[in-house]
Nanobody, 122 residues
Framework: QVQVVESGGGLVQAGGSLRLSCAPS????????MAWYRQAPGKQRELVAS??????NYADSVKGRFTISRDNAKNTVYLQMNNLKPEDTAVYYC?????????????????WGQGTLVTVSS
């Protein structure tokens, strides 16, 4: 089964930057929509940013600070996070939906990553 693998989380001071990356773990997966969600302690998971085709969408709380982008050749999605705030502290999850061609068959999949922790200190 194909998964998505996230990287780039860590500890940063307020005002700093981090870049998250996410890519499928196996060949043959063609993603349609890719997105980043986050879940802070005691809160529900929320959409941070998404990209589908040439269209991007952002949560109001991150507009102007975060940028989602995609390298189609690498089937990789990035989240550049600038001017980070303590309230951005959360586990960030990569999401991808698309189809996976393997062994001569095609399957439609929705995949969630395991999550990567972003901690912003004040």
């Amino acid at each position: 089964q194909v998964q998505v693998v996230e990287s780039g989380g860590g500890l940063v001071q307020a005002g700093g930057s981090l870049r998250l990356s996410c890519a499928p773990s196996a060949r043959g997966f063609s993603a349609n929509r890719m997105a980043w969600y986050r879940q802070a302690p005691g809160k529900q998971r929320e959409l941070v940013a998404s990209i589908s085709g040439g269209n991007t969408n952002y949560a109001d709380s991150v507009k102007g600070r975060f940028t989602i982008s995609r390298d189609n050749a690498k089937n990789t999605v990035y989240l550049q996070m600038n001017n980070l705030k303590p309230e951005d502290t959360a586990v960030y999850y990569c999401y991808a939906d698309g189809n996976w061609v393997t062994g001569g068959t095609q399957r439609d999949l929705v995949i969630w990553g395991q999550g990567t922790l972003v901690t912003v200190s004040s």
